[in-house]
């Protein structure tokens, strides 16, 4: 086929605006981490590895680590597992269907600030809809964010319910795809629904799945803002994460180089992580490639 | 990565191309229109001043607002404010900076802050304007022999107390921690294992609020964090007893205080007292507006009085809230402004929070007009204790970031880094003891310095 | 919000219905319980959709709930709003609204919002409209790669890429402007653009362009004309994604706007709420103000957008 020249450009130039305005930035910030600069004012001074040393052996590092891996990995679980089960109660055929899928996509929409300060609201623990309503039952009310589990399932919690409208409509649009034969043939051979749901829908939903996970893991690992608005890492760094160590480091104190640092060795830790998943459960079209 | 179609979907959406490149079109027409605005404004002839205001109180940003249309009408100079809630002054000071646009003018709450923008080069001093006028106890402070801010308020933090509820239970104002330990108490309400109505409300938050409002009782006690040369002392003999001392008491405190403090700042400090959930808070006289607005009933049911040592010694913790002038080459302009702004609006600046803006000229306490407010006329009471407090010498008035032997860097380090915060919170959620608390702390200041 | 944890129980409730059709079959080799069977059978059916009903109903109270007492706590009138917490408020007072619009520049920051977000979608509709066809279309190596290396633009903590924007735009002129910004909710939302209509445009048939090719079109007029109307769902999916980063954005808009003539409703928002006082009222008559606009649009593109995913994005 004759390559058309005004395609041919408008490819090379838009390819080459979006490298520059995403691969700039990046490269500009990776570059910063080998710079010591103790503000956005004073001249940057070249330090090479001594920004990476010193935050590996911060132990607030692995520390923001690991309340990171565990945030992200129990948020990505819930959401998938509760997403999986809601699409399969909506894709039921029953009445006010279209209505209650829009219903249930719903948070999904709204802005992280909004539904932070949403969740602030409810779970505030002096007036907060929740602490009248357990005072009514008698039951005392856990000072959230005062303790590390709770300020960590809060912040599960809140993600939970703002991003499982995602798999949900991931879900609802594989659970389209898989042809009811197999069910009805499944039927005939008497596999009951558990079965069913082993053998038919959760193959039929693994692409989908393998792309949500990987789109949600990405996501979660580098929430920033529905973190620093719940808790802003606290308390006592419990749920201080790589996100929200390199905004503390940037712009609390004011140490752009170590704040780079961070960023760049998530990026790396995540880049690592993503490659091997996708050596795991590549995604088919790699395969099929074009 | 696969993303295919199903055939049947295709189809599926009868949005006409047509339409849609019309809407493509006129957006990307409207979107070039609104986008290019900036540009033209900024283009405008004249001088044009850039103000950071934090005092993002209705009747403030009004009070403001008319002095610098005030000010444009008759100078031709415009004066365009930018608002920031206190919690963010300085990242944004230091953002506006770095990105080639500093402010002219800006508020500031925190010697911390303003010693932060001396060392970045981003202030000028304003020594002659603040020459001018007589002032209060420790507000034309000076730092290399010159004055960097011109100063309105001292946000003295007192202790705010219940009237009614003190008359109920038969309490007296507290002397000594054991007494403010003994009424917080009395006046602690436990429901369903919560406390419902909180003995007093102290923060300890990672924040400036922490830094200002938590630490009358332990400057009381008069645990310093650094001797006459600037060595960490606060581990170190005496200081070390009286720090020790100090986070048992909070300690205890903590206990009567109302859940959720983790994340109480300068609001939640002020709304828990109007709304009855804590008998005592620490605040400025902003607590008396907020009584004012949003629960009249409370405003003629409160009382302060300064923080107690353990043994009667009585502290007070404060930080001025004052003009900034930014270092550009409009940095002339900005001090004329700032001279008018103090002769011909200073009054009415003030008066926009009465109670807060607690003056820190002294000339401010003989103006009639001043004086004739009617919120500062049924106040009065309050406006004259807070004014003693000033006056006399048996209180101290002192800061995190102004410790040590005199205005320096290093205390301002120890405020930014929120040190003396996070002390608390190893206390009361770290579970830490008292002793270790305090030697960690001094450990963390020699580092931050 | 507490309720997803009682939700797993009733998620395999759900599967009751289901089992119906095999029950009676499995009961038919063991002959003696064929009646009981078909006497139960109308009232397991009947439990059956109760539960579906129950299940259903918690689901969208659970999604539900929550943004319905923003709104209602946002018509209390102030001396209320700490203290009342009944489920159904009437009559609405309207107070808290009108002093957010008195006290913020409310209607300005709503404009940038708008605007930001109209000019995010146009821009990276048709960036990455022309990026994903050529990377389907045009032949070269690693084509693959190109698209799957749009991932790695999320793997950078978005907030560290906002850094080296601010210094650039500094040099450049664009600090503190919405142009900057744009570029901003460019460098967040072209990649998910790239990637959903990489998938479109490659699972469809070069057959239809062709046949505009041998009319005498040009591969580009088969393009506008041919590919990128059936792509219409692909496209809405697209600007939704697009809309939806853009008019939620924080970070940036937080780092690269300073006055307040330029902000945008996230950061607006926010601000309320560091200040002096509290002002739930007016934070919560913000946060449904914010809400609103995307309930709109979510109600006459919610077809749109799930018949745009199920046809592209995420398929395996």
Known sequence: ???????????????????????????????LSFYSARSFMSEPEWVGLSNYIKVLQDPLFWNSLTNGLTIALSSIVLQVVLGVGIAMVLNKRFVGQTIARSIAILPYFLPTVVACLVAQWILEPNYGLVKTAL??????????????????????????WLWTPFVVTCVLAGLQTIPTQLYEAARVDGAGAWTQFWHITIPGLRSVLIVVILLRGIWMFNKFDLIWLLTKGGPLNQTETLPTLAYRKSFIEYNLGGGAAVATISFLLLSGVILIYLRLFPIDDAKQGR | ?????????????????????????????????????????????????????????????????????????????????????????????????????????????????????????AIVPVTDLVKKY???????????????????????????????????????????????LKNCQALTVVNGGNVDVGGCVIPLASDSSTNWASFGNMFAEGAELFDKDWNVVFDQGENADRATRFLDFYGELYKTMPPGMNAVSYAQLMSLFATGKAAHSVYSGRLVEALETTNPELADKYGIFPSPGSTGQKALSYAFDGFCVGKSNQSEEAIKFLQWFAEEHYVDWLLSAWMNNHPARLDIYENERWKSHPMIKKHWNTMMTMKSYIEGDNIKIMAIDTSGPSIDMRACNVFNANVMPEMLQQKVLGNASSADCVAATAQRIRSVI | MKSHVERLPVDSSRQIPEREPIRPRSSLQHGSKVQESTFWKPFKKLSAKIALYATVLVICLYSLFPIYWMIISSLRPAERLFLD?????????????????????????????????????????????????GATRLRFRGKTMLVASMLFAYMFPPLMLAIPMAAAFRTIGLTDTLWGLLIAHLAISLPLAVWLLWGFFKSMPFDLEEAAMVDGCSQFEAFIKVVLPLSAPGLIT?????????????????????????????????????????????VLAGASLIALPLFVIFIFCYRYFVAGLSAGAVKG
């Open chain 2, 134 to 180: 007589d002032w209060g106890k420790k507000a034309a402070w000076e730092y290399q022999g010159e004055n960097w801010y011109y100063p309105f308020d001292y946000n003295l933090v007192v202790n705010y107390y219940r009237k009614d509820l003190y008359a109920q239970k038969g309490l007296k104002i507290p002397e000594t921690w054991d007494d403010f």
């Open chain 3, 85 to 133: 917490t009944s489920l159904v408020f009437w009559p609405p007072d309207l107070t808290s609204y009108v002093s957010l619009f008195r006290q913020t520049n409310y209607i300005v920051n709503f404009l940038n919002s708008a605007l930001m977000a109209v000019a995010t979608i146009t821009v990276s509709l048709v960036l990455s409209a022309f990026v994903a066809y």
């Open chain 1, 135 to 160: 005072a009514s039952i008698g039951v005392g009310m856990l000072d959230w964010s005062s303790h590390a589990f709770t300020a960590k399932g809060t912040i599960i919690l809140v993600s939970v």
């Open chain 1, 1 to 31: 086929m004759v390559q058309d020249r005004r395609i041919v450009a408008l490819f090379i130039g838009s390819i080459s605006l979006l490298a520059f305005i995403i691969g700039g930035p990046l490269i500009y910030a990776v570059m």
């Open chain 2, 1 to 121: 990565m696969s993303i295919y179609i199903p055939g049947r979907v295709r189809m599926a959406v009868g949005l006409s191309g047509m339409t849609r490149r019309n809407f493509l079109k006129s957006a990307a027409a409207v979107g070039a229109a609104s986008l290019a605005a900036p540009a033209v404004v900024r283009a405008q002839s004249g001088v044009t001043l850039r103000f950071l205001n934090n005092e993002t109180s209705v009747a403030s940003q009004a009070a403001l607002k008319k002095a610098c249309d005030d000010y444009e009408s008759k100078f031709g100079v415009k004066i365009i404010v930018d608002s920031s809630p206190i919690s963010g002054t300085m990242q944004k000071v230091m953002a506006a900076v770095a990105a080639g646009q500093p402010y002219d003018i800006m508020t500031s709450g925190f010697i911390a802050g303003i010693l932060e923008y001396i060392h970045a080069g």
């Open chain 3, 238 to 282: 697209v600007a939704i994604f697009s809309f939806l980063l853009s008019w939620a954005d924080y970070v940036f808009a937080l780092i690269l706007i300073m006055s307040d003539q330029r902000k945008t409703l996230p950061v607006a928002l926010q601000s309320l709420l560091g200040a002096h006082d509290l002002r739930w009222g007016e």
